[in-house]
C-alpha cells in the first residue's frame, strides 16, 4: 500500500506522481482511497485524467472517535486535540471539495453507505459505468463503523 506523509513534496512529486501515471497507462477506471489524500490531492489532481471525486462524509465527532481507535489512544483523555484535528481534516475536505467542479462530485454520507451497501454498490456502477467486484467491496464496507485494511490485491473493484 501506499504510505502518505503529509504534503511530503517529495513524496508528491516521486512515488504519488509515478503511481499516477503507471495507473493511468493500465486502467481507464481506477482509484484509491486513503484517510489524509486531502493533504496532498491539490498537488497531483492536475495529473489525474477525467477525475470522479467520490466524498465520503461523517461528523468529525465520529473521525475523531475513529482516530482515537485506530492510533489506540483514549477518546476521554485526548478528545479536545482529536476533534480539533478532525475538524482541520473536515475543514480540508470542505475547501478542496468546493474546488472541484460540481460535475466531478459524488456525495455519500457513511452512515448510508452501511445502512445499505447494496444501493451504495448500485450507485457506484452507475458512476463508474463498470460492474464492481460486489464482494470485494462489501468486505471493504465495515457495517459497525470506522474502517478495516485490506490486502492491496484486494483493491480492484
Known amino acids: 500500500p501506499i504510505k502518505v506523509l503529509r504534503a511530503d513534496p517529495t513524496f508528491v512529486r ?14 481507464k477506471v481506477w482509484g484509491w482511497k486513503v484517510p489524509n489524500s486531502v493533504y496532498y490531492l491539490p498537488k497531483v489532481r492536475h495529473l489525474l485524467i477525467n477525475p470522479t471525486f467520490i466524498f465520503v462524509h ?14 489506540n489512544k483514549s477518546f476521554i483523555f485526548n478528545w479536545f486535540r482529536l476533534l480539533r484535528v478532525a ?3 473536515a475543514q480540508r475536505i470542505s475547501v478542496f471539495r468546493e474546488s472541484v467542479p460540481s460535475s466531478q462530485v459524488v456525495d455519500f ?6 445502512r445499505n451497501p447494496e444501493a451504495f454498490i448500485d450507485r457506484l456502477e452507475v458512476i463508474l459505468e463498470k460492474s464492481i467486484n460486489r464482494h470485494a467491496l462489501l468486505e471493504f464496507i465495515n457495517k459497525k463503523g470506522g474502517y478495516h485494511s485490506i490486502p492491496e490485491s484486494r483493491y480492484e473493484v
Open 14 to 27: 516521486s512515488m504519488l506522481t509515478r503511481h499516477i501515471m503507471e495507473r493511468n497507462a493500465a486502467k
Open 109 to 114: 454520507e457513511l452512515a448510508d453507505i452501511q
Open 87 to 89: 475538524r482541520g481534516h
Open 58 to 71: 461523517r461528523s468529525s465527532l465520529a473521525i475523531a472517535k475513529s482516530s482515537a481507535k485506530h492510533d
